[in-house]
């Protein structure tokens, strides 16, 4: 089986960490496995489907001294992996680049998700060295509906896809382990956008491309009708027919098929997994990011 086939892109890999389940078990304070924060709340796309839009907290800046120190201590503690996803676009800070490399020399595990706009070729040699995996948000297959869905000018969608060519050359010419993805967040009502993406990432030739469905608040703010993904599941099954040796088309059935309800009473992730906004501030959970949810918060690391 090829290193593609193998990734699992729609479960969990808490069961590689048995240890630091066993201690917290035994109640003892435990270190996230990983954290998943941004270094900035500012984006330079608009996509229709961001739930970052539902996350607005009072916005601090994340220097590279307050980054640096920050790295220093998660790899004091213990954790294990660092991606720099959540609510903003964390290519655009200007401490992007340095953060990458630095918490690649403390030993932590280092990993981007990008709309990849800025990722242009010289940027890309000075972090695919350093990085675990590169996912790019795409969440359209043609150029018009890209600009559509994603909230940007039809010329980004050929930007963007010369970089993932880059970043796939890149990675071939120094035999690099990072894993390059493509990621769709799908809303029903885009369901024609899903052979044409996996369409295209066979062309681009990235490691994987993933399709997921589209989170919305507890209020229903953007208005996905989760039973209305039960008439795309022929199109998803036919777009992971394109997946070959080396390029798998993934589909995330498990929340695809759950209509937006939860299977469990309490969510016991929090201590394994942290989420930090673009802002610094520290929260159990992206979705509570949001003033509202202010009783929630831990704290800040810009302060």
């Known amino acids: 089986m090829s290193a593609s086939q193998e990734l699992i892109l729609d479960g969990t890999k808490i069961a590689w960490h048995k240890e630091r389940i066993e201690s917290?078990?035994?109640g003892e304070k435990i270190a996230p496995?990983?954290?998943d924060m941004a270094l900035t709340r500012a984006c330079n796309y608009s996509c229709g489907f961001c739930y970052a839009m539902f996350q607005e907290n009072s916005r601090k800046v994340i220097t590279q001294k307050v980054i640096f120190n920050f790295l220093?201590?998660?790899?004091?503690i213990g954790?294990?992996?660092?991606?720099f996803v959540s609510d903003g676009e964390s290519t655009i800070s200007p401490?992007?680049?340095d953060a990458i490399k630095k918490g690649y020399e403390l030993g932590i595990s280092m990993a981007v998700g990008s709309n990849a706009f800025v990722l242009t070729k010289n940027k890309l040699e000075q972090i695919l060295p350093y990085l675990t995996y590169l996912r790019v948000n795409f969440s359209a297959g043609e150029k018009k509906r890209y600009a559509e869905i994603m909230g940007c000018k039809e010329s980004s969608f050929d930007r963007v896809c010369q970089n993932i060519i880059d970043m796939v050359e890149i990675k071939k010419r120094d035999n690099l382990d990072v894993t390059i993805g493509m990621q769709m967040v799908l809303m029903p009502v885009d369901g024609d956008q899903i052979i044409p993406y996996a369409k295209l990432g066979k062309k681009l030739r990235p490691d994987y491309a993933i399709i997921k469905h589209c989170s919305d608040n507890e209020d229903g703010g953007l208005g996905i009708d989760y039973k209305e993904y039960d008439k795309?599941?022929?199109?998803l099954k036919k777009a992971e027919s394109y997946s070959d040796e080396k390029y798998k088309v993934a589909i995330k059935w498990s929340k695809?098929?759950?209509e937006g309800k939860r299977k469990y009473q309490r969510c016991f992730g929090a201590p394994f997994m942290i989420q930090?906004?673009?802002s610094g501030l520290v929260a159990p959970c992206g979705m509570l990011f949001n003033e509202k949810y202010k009783k929630f918060h831990i704290g800040n690391i810009v302060d």
Do not use: P, Q, Y
């Not at 954790?79 to 991606?83: D, F, L, M, P």
């Open 24 to 26: 917290w078990e035994r």
């Open 33 to 35: 496995v990983t954290i």
């Open 72 to 76: 220093e201590d998660c790899a004091e």
């Open 79 to 83: 954790v294990k992996a660092i991606s």
């Open 95 to 97: 401490v992007f680049i």
């Open 232 to 235: 795309l599941h022929s199109l």
């Open 256 to 258: 695809i098929k759950d």
């Open 276 to 278: 930090i906004s673009g």
